[in-house]
C-alpha cells in the first residue's frame, strides 16, 4: 500500500520534470517532514528539494505579518482597551483577562472567515440591545454599561488590529485577512511560481479565496485526499467540505477534483472495543501491541482522541516496542515542580499575617519543597508535635537551621502582593533548584522551561505594568504553563507513531488503534465558549457546530481510507461530564456496514497483574525474641495484648518497632485526644477525694472547678490548637459536660443512700505471670482510672468517653476471650482485676467501665452469661473466674512469645 502523500508524489513526478521550481503547501509542518522522508525514499538520483512549507507560514509570507503568542497578545489587547474611549468604565487587568481569550477568540473567527467587521458587530450590539427590550425606557446604569460594551467592539476590533498592524504581528486570524488581502500582489509577483496544496479539508474563508486566485492563474494545483465512497454520498459529513468545494468553486467547472480514490470500500477488519476507564484502555492497547510483529509496528499508530491518556499509555506500552515517535508534547504542568510553583504562588495569593498549617505543611511536604528545606521533617515533625494550626514566619524560622533561613523567607515571607517580588523570588527558587538536580535530566528541563516562563513574566510585567496582584501573576502562570510543552525526541519515520487526531492529517497508516472514540470526545460536541450567538452566525456563514462536527468525521474517516486494521476503543465508564457513551461515528460505521468491512463488537478487561502477597508474615528472629522479653519483663499492657488480638501485624509495628502513627495536626479535636482531657481532668478532680468517702459537699465542690481543669488540660493535650471557637469550642464544652454529668451521677447515687469511697486514681499495676514454659519473668501492667468502695462491693473502673453497652463485657465462652477482638472490652477490666487478685479481699468484687456516652447505664460490670439463656448472671468476680482468665492470658502470652510461632496478619473487616 503506498500511502496519500506517496500517491501525491509519483503524481507530481509525473507532471513535472523538475520538482525543486514547485512550492508545496501542506496542512502542517510535519506533514511536510513526512513528505520530505517520502521524496529521500524514493529519490532515484541526487536533486534539489522542492520548498516544502506548512499553511500558516505560507500565509505569514503573504501578510509579511508574524504570529504573535497568545499570553503577548493579551497584553497589547489590554492597550488596545485602555485607548479605546468608547469603554466608559475601564476594568483592572485582573478582571480583564477573564473574558477577553473569549473575545479574541471570536476576532479571530471573523477575520479568518472574512467578515465585515463593522456590519458584523453593529449586528451583535443590535442583539445585545434586543434582549434588554423590556428595560429599553428605564435602562439602569448597569444596564446602560452592558449594551454601551458591546457597541464600542467595533472601536476595540479597530485600534487593536492598528496596534499590531503597526508592529508587523497578528493574531492568526487577522494574519489570514492580511494575506487574502495581499494575494492578488503576491499573484502579480510570484504567478508564474508553480504552487501545489495537498490535503486539505475544511478551508476557511481566507484560505479559500487564497487558494482559489493561486489555481486561477493556470500553474497551480490542488490534491485532495477524497474517496469516493464518501464524496459520492450527499449526506455524509465527512466529504461536508469537499464536495462543497467541488460544487461551488469556478476551477472545478472545468478542472478535474483531484485526488479521488476508492480506498475507503476495501477489505478492513474494525473491532469496536469497550473498556472500563481510562487506565484499561491505556492497558489494553499495550495489549494489542504487544501481539503485533516489529514489521507491523513499523505501520501502527496509535492515535488518542483524547490527549490526556498520554502518560497511562507510556506506562502501558510492551517490551516489544523498540521505537516510538510521540507527535504530542507533555504538558508543563504535569511535572511536580510546576506543581510545586502553582502551589505556591496560590498560597501567597491567599496569604496573611499567620500562616495556616495545611498551606505550610502542602508546600514542605512537596518534593521540591523538601529539595529547598533540608529540614522540612524536622518543619513538619514540630508542627505536629505542637500541634500548631496557625502561627507566624518566625516559628518556622526558630525552628530551622540556619542554612534554611533564606529559602524559607523566599518561600514563606510576606510577598506584598507585588508581582515583581513573586516573580523575582520564583526565579530565584528555580536556580537553587537548578543546582540541586544536576544529575537528572527530566527534573533539569523542567526547571529550564520553568525559568523560562518566569522570565516571560518578568519581561511582560517591565513592559507593560499591568501585573499588579500576584492573583493575575498567578493566573497567568496557570496559563503558560498548560501551553508549553516538552518534545520528546525520537525518529519522527520510524517505529510506532503516537499522536493526537490533528497530527494524523495526510498521513496513512495500516494498523490504527484509537482510543477514546467516545461522544463528546470525539466529536467534541457544542461549545459556549463564545460571544457570537447561533443567528449572528447563521447571518455571517460563519461555521456552526455541524460544521465543527463534520472537521472530526473527515479526520475520522480519512484514517478508513488506506488502513486494514483498525482498533476503536471507548470508556464504558460514566464519570463527571463523560457519559461513557460510544461515539456516534461508531455508530455509523456499523450502520453504513460496507461489503468488505468486518465489525467485531468486543467488551474487555485488560489483564492487570497484581502480585498476590497474601498475609503479611513475619518470623520471630532472635532479635525480635530479645524484644519480647524486653516487653515481657516491663509488663503486657491490656491495650498492647488487644492490640495482639485484634491484628498481630499492628502488635509487631507498634510494640516491637515501636513505630507509632504518624503526629498530625488536629485541627479538630480528635475522639482519642477528648478521651484524654476527660480522663486527666477527672484524675486532677477527683485525686484530693483518695482515700475519702465522697460526700454531695465536695462534688458540688467539683463542679465549680470544671472549666479551669478542662481548659488547663485541653491546653496540655491540645498544645498550640485553639479551642475558643468552632468546632473545637464546641468539644470543650462536651468534654465539661462529660465530667459535670459524670458529678451529677455519683451525687445521685449517694441521694439514693449508697457510699462511695474512691480506693485509687491513676494508679500503676503490675502482676508477674507464672509460666514455666519461659526461662524469663513475664508481667502484666498498667493504669487503672479508678477504684472505689461501692457500698460493700470493690469496684474496679475504667473510663471510655465512646459509647459502650453491657453487651459488651458479657461472654459466654472463655476460649474466644483471646481469640476476638470484640470481647476486648471484657478483656481489659478482667487483666485489671486479675492484677488486683491479691488485693482483692472483699467479698464482692465487680470490674467495668463507665461510658460518657451511656451514662444513663450507669457502671457497666463484666458478666458471664448462662449458656441455657440470654440473661447474665451474678456480675460479681470470683477467684475461679479469675483462674479462667488467667488461663487464657497464658495462653495468649505463649502464643506472643513463641518463636516457632511467626506473627500473622489477620483481615480486618
Known sequence: MHTFLEEILFTLKEKHQDLSKLTIILPSKRAGGFLQYFLRKHADKTTFAPAIISIEEFIETLSDLKIVDTTSLIFKSYEAYLATEAFVEKEAFETYTTWINTLLNDFNEVDRYLVPPEAFFNYLG?????????VQDEQTELVQNYLGFWNSLFEFYTNLKQQLLSEAIGYQGLVYRQAAKNIQHYVASHGDKPHVFIGFNALNTAEQHIIQELLETGNSEIYWDADATLLDDSKHSASLFLRDYKNNWKYFQEQPFQHIRNHYSGEKKCKLIEVQKQVGQAKYVGEILSQLSEEQLEKTAVVLADENLLNPLLQSLPANITNVNITMGVALVSFPATTFFDLLLAFH??????LYYKDVLGILNHPMGSTLVSNATDLVKKIHLDNATH???DYLLQASEEKNKNTLELVFGNWENQSNIAISNCLQLVTILKGSFQEQLISRIVLFELHKVFEQLKVLNTTYKHLE????????FSELIVTTTLDFQGDAYQGLQIMGILETRVLDFETVIMTSVNEGILPAGKSNASFITYDLKKQFDLPLF??????????????????NELYFLYNTHSEGINTGEKSRFLLQLEIEKQPNHTIEQLSVTPKIHLKNKGAKQIEKTELLMERLREIAAKGFSPSALTSYIRNPIDFYFQKILRLDEADEVEETVAANTLGTIVHDSLEVLYSPLKGTLLTEENLVALKKDINAIVTQEFTKSYKSGTF???????????????????????RAELRAGNTIKILRIEDTLKLEVSIPEFDFPVYVGGKVDRVDQYNDTLRIIDYKSGYVKQGDLAISDWNVLTQEYAYSKAFQVLAYASMMQHELNAKKVQAGIISFKNLGSGFLPFAVKEHSKSRTKDTTITPAEIALFTEELKKLILEICDQNKPFIEKEIE
Open 349 to 354: 495569593t491567599r496569604r496573611t499575617d499567620t
Open 126 to 134: 443590535s442583539i445585545k440591545t434586543l434582549e434588554k427590550w423590556n
Open 391 to 393: 502561627f507566624t514566619l
Open 469 to 476: 496582584t500576584l492573583k493575575t501573576v498567578h493566573g497567568l
Open 724 to 746: 475558643t471557637k468552632g468546632k473545637n469550642l464546641l468539644i470543650f464544652e462536651v468534654a465539661k459536660r462529660y465530667i459535670s454529668n459524670f458529678i451529677d451521677f455519683e
Open 546 to 563: 455541524t460544521e465543527k462536527d463534520a472537521v472530526y468525521a473527515y479526520h475520522f474517516y480519512r484514517l478508513l481510507h488506506r488502513s
